[in-house]
Each structure stands twice: as C-alpha cells, then as structure tokens.
C-alpha cells in the first residue's frame, strides 16, 4: 500500500551549507512502530511509489535538494564526516509539524554545528 503524501510526511530537505551532510535512519529497535525513513532523488516528488528506503543513511551534496518521507517520526539526525570519512558530530533535528514542506539544513542546524563545517573546510578536523 502506498501512503498518501499527509501519511507520508514528505519533506524537500535543502543542504544549504557547504558541506555534504547525512541524513541517519531510526533506528527500527529504538522506534518499532514507526515506518523508517524513505527518500527520493528528486525534490518534485509525485508518485510516492518512487520512494526509497535507505539502510544507514542518504548522502545530501551541498546545494541539493531530496524528498524525505518523515512518516510519523518527529524528528531527525544529521551527520558531519570529515573529507576521509571519519566521524565529527551530529545534531538531531526536529520535523516542522506545519508549514511549508522545506527544509533547509543551514537555517535550522546550530551554530555549532556550522561551526565544524566552517572548521573542517579549513582542513583542521580533530576533536
């Protein structure tokens, strides 16, 4: 059965910063009754059949746009690697319960996590 877009809570999730940044599953074992999330390439989102799960996390490039399906889950993790991959910092994220549909990374993250990004763009990366 395919949700309808309400069912669904599909976002447009912008990454407006200057770093790639990821988007974590939920865990299935912290949230068993919740759908996990799915997402969609594409910002014009029109068939919810196109919707895809994803098992650790989706990658949004800087400048990027995807569709993010929340379900009934109300908030979010975003992840910060440095340019090898490793671990910097996370910050968790709450779903706007209305409202325009958009999210945009860079005006809803902290100071500082934006902070590290500017920090790791300066190839200074050690917490």
Known sequence: IVPSMDQANVFKVYNNTKKDLDIIQVKKSDFPFTPLFQYLDDENISNLSNLKEFEECVTIPVEK?????????????VELRDSSGAFCTSEWVIVPSRGVKMIKLGLILSAVFLDKIDYLLNDQCSD
Do not use: P
Not at 65 to 77: M, P
């Open 65 to 77: 746009t995807i569709s993010i399906a929340f379900f009934n889950n109300e908030k979010f993790e």
